[in-house]
């Protein structure tokens, strides 16, 4: 009696990991599955909704309009305050790799030129602008995820379906060790997967004492924007460069 109920626990045991590895190997997939949409994808533009933790101070939600083409072309203005106005334009290889910028309202008149990795070019940001786009999200985010299953060290969580900007999602979350020193980003990451596009829309990132220290959304995403030359040309009538 005692050894086949030892016998079972072992089972169960068995069973358990094997739907843990499973659950794991099917996020590491759906994150290859996103990465191959948006290589595919020539161009896509959104309205990106950015929070950031700077030096300690978790900022205001930032709601801007994004038009994304790849290689790497990025355009975006601020919709709503803080900085309601603000226009941001960065084509890699164009205007010496660097920032067209200028403010909203008054300070619109002037445009500023700025090396992304300066003070100037990342100030206010976690992130210089090269690291700008879902690609790159999407990417980093499966760099630790692959890394903590080969380590055996991290926890996958299926936290249900979520409506997240009118769309029905699947709520997941990864818990990485809680030690800075590992090699990984963050300590845990909530992400929220579209699950007709198959994108991660939504991302929230937690340090090593469990704070909110960036959130990325994306509403509207539009995968078939079929941008041109034009929507990063500094002299597009719609913008006030």
Known sequence: MIRSAFLLLILMSVIVTGVESQEKIALDKRLAEAESILEKADSYTAIFHRQ??????LNKEETIFIKFKNPFKIYMKWIKEPFNGR???????WNKNRIKFH??????????????????????NRHPITHSGLQYLVKSIEKDLRMGINAAESEIRENGEELIY?????????????????????????????IENKLPIKVRVFDWDDKLIECYGYENLNLNA??????????NPEYEF
């Open 103 to 124: 403010e909203g309202g008054v300070m619109g008149m002037i445009n500023l030129n700025l090396d992304p990795f300066s003070s100037m070019g990342m100030n206010g």
């Open 52 to 57: 950031e933790r700077i030096r300690g101070k």
């Open 87 to 93: 226009e941001v334009l960065y084509n890699f290889g």
């Open 226 to 235: 079929q941008l041109t030359d034009k929507d990063f040309d500094p002299k």
């Open 166 to 194: 009118g769309r029905q999602t699947k709520q997941i979350e990864v818990i990485f060790p809680n030690d800075q020193f590992k090699g990984y980003y963050c300590y845990r990451i909530v992400m929220n997967l579209d």
